[in-house]
């Protein structure tokens, strides 16, 4: 038996791939990803047309796939996230078929369940060895935690592993094994490793972005969550590192070690772990080369499947046994209903990622925003786009106030004992449009392109074509 | 979501045990396992009746379960091994149902196929947090590797961890993930330590055992395997880690780098690794203490599931990548057929195991056993049962001489060449009965009590009842 292929249109055509079919991709190599367009490019080469693309992200690297949109070599799409380049066009309505976005954890319980069927999962494996042992942590393409191509491997009927870097059977330190692997390809080059790592991960300096933060650690000191076992996530922009940096700040004052640390790993996290202020994190993505390293060489930090971070169809999942996620948002509405799929424009810009799924698993969601951004309040009548439902959503937190969710009114008393600026969400709305004045609101009532799943699979809101 | 349950029977009734189920069982406490007694007494105690028992392996401490087949609770037994006196009970005729035996790949495969259906799998975990999350690497009863019930955790509808040692969670390091598993019970003790570790793990004194040892591994030096990049596979028993020793010397002469070594684990191939004579170690089971320990502290000591190590099901496995594996035999016939399920009188003792697996995909397959036993030839007319099909086996060694598959013809020419005793097998059988005389030829006649599956699933020998 021999894995190995020459090159990827062989591997294309052995797998395969026909007119009508779903392929699939995984997003750790983020910005820096050559592997998506290699391999739509080569497939446009062999005349084939009428894919769907299941992609867990799709970043602006990925802009060539709009030629293929055009020419009908991609007709369908479905993320869990899309960047802003990709994400105009769509708005646009270059596509006919809507776009389906789901969560994290909603994309992988959906291959679990059968509802999201892949036909050929292309896997971009940093390092892989000739019978299709793949690991993200090794190769000049290191990526760390392979974590949302779990679910391609494992129910896509065809799998091929594109990688950069072959190593002798058997590979070590094994991610995906072979036995769900087809065939293997070895490219010049799977990515871009200085783009792997992309966006915001130092801690913001931004005197807003502080206070919020401030404010967001504060309420989860009051909370009552923050205690020993304490587990805990937060994302890797300017302003979350920045909460975690508070929350960092209590912990060792207070000596309380918490049990784990999730999300999208930064080097931040790391340093909190190190230093005993968790015993472990559970990575499903890396966002650095800290938190690459440290998955490599720390035996505490450990790689989760996207199942086993937030899927609903598994039998519990690291979400489920999470404490408290700071969380943000373009757009929250009266009914602590989050945007993160559109800007206030309705412009696609974002998706839940794992959004949805940490609001309804742990026990305290916090949203953290600016009050006002490019002029315009964050709190709205109506979100745009319900990502994330309000009943999953426990505070919002901005530099003039703090919205709680009325369904938490214990919550809402520890906080306003503790002398925090608790408002009423319709009071945080009036102080925004009090300097922006009412807005108008905008609307878009062009036709679908694209529409929401929730976590479970069910739909839970479109999002319409801008004119 | 609370999966802790206070007691195994209202595990049991939860997971909702009816008369007619399949229930399962993972053998890595060996001779040491507490659980599949424990269950089954439960099981009985509740009036339940007519289940089949999938146990990877049935050993002598599950002698009770003769009582649960006589009174009908068990009434259907599938296992890939099964030891002398649950064996002696079904040859003698107790149970109606044939037991079914599989290999340790075939039944991972079964199970991942279908035709192998699972409601309810009871998994004795060393080390589980309340969420389910299961490793064998810790606790009291560590077993090391927990490779055979993965399957079990992944197919059965229901999983019930039973274990006695919690952790808080999460797990830091994690075997069998949370989001197979949906309750766990915490008990006194698992296991009696001291025979987790159970079976000759020492190299054999015996002369005839030590020239058997020396003459299979001059057989894989001169077959051409025995270079950088060597995979090999021994067993526990003292002859086979006494070919260990001699395949040792040899690599360390002549600076032999190997990939790697597999099957049940001692802390012989641990300290082969740990000389940098193999660079890592795929663990389904670990036979000793040393192993346990190995697979814990050691990076390059990987855990493999049944699925990675031998099924037919997935789209390869280890032993597709197997150099040279060294096996057993009761007997061995004419056409190479060996039987590794009943003694020479016909009464069950064994059992496949990896046996027919790593015989089909390794490169080389050496037998060995004394020609003699208990004044009985090795090799007969035609085995008992038929195990592992002669077209996998490649050389039968024994002390009196060295018999190649007529199929080998280049192997058998590098052998003649390097002047081993090379002799046709009718030769070896013929040595035998000089000395102790043609035997009288037993053959049992009574009614089928086990079916012997091959590793596809398809019944490849049966077995019939001993008057």
Known sequence: MNKLRETLREAIVEAGVKDGMTISFHHHLRNGDYVLNMVLEEIAALGIHDLTVNASSIFDVHEPIIEHLKNKVVTGLE?????????????????????????HGGRAGDMENGSSKVDVAFIAAPCADDMGNLSGKYGPSACGSMGYAFSDAMYADKVVAVTDHLEAYPLADVSIPEGYVDMVVCVDKIGEASRIVSGTTRITKDPVGLRIAYLAAQ??????????????QTGAGGASLAVAKYVEEMMEKEHIQGSFCMGGITGYLVSMMKKGLFKTILDVQCFDMEAIESIRDNANHQEISATRYASPQAKSCAVDSLDVVILGATQVDLDFNVNVHTDSQGYIMGGSGGHCDTAAGSKLSIVVAPLIRARLPLIVDEVLCKSTPGETVDVIVTQRGIAVNPKRTELKELLVKAGLPVKEIKELKEIAEAITGVPQQVKPEGRVVAKVLYRDGVEIDTIKSVK
Chains 1, 2 share one sequence.
């Not at 708005?91 to 809507?98: A, V, Y």
């Not at 309420?219 to 805990?232: E, N």
């Open 79 to 103: 993320v869990n996230y899309m960047g802003g380049k990709v994400g105009r066009a769509i708005t646009e309505g270059i596509m006919e078929k809507p776009v389906i976005f789901r969560s």
């Open 219 to 232: 309420v989860v000191k009051h909370s009552g969550y923050l205690k020993d076992g304490f587990s805990f």
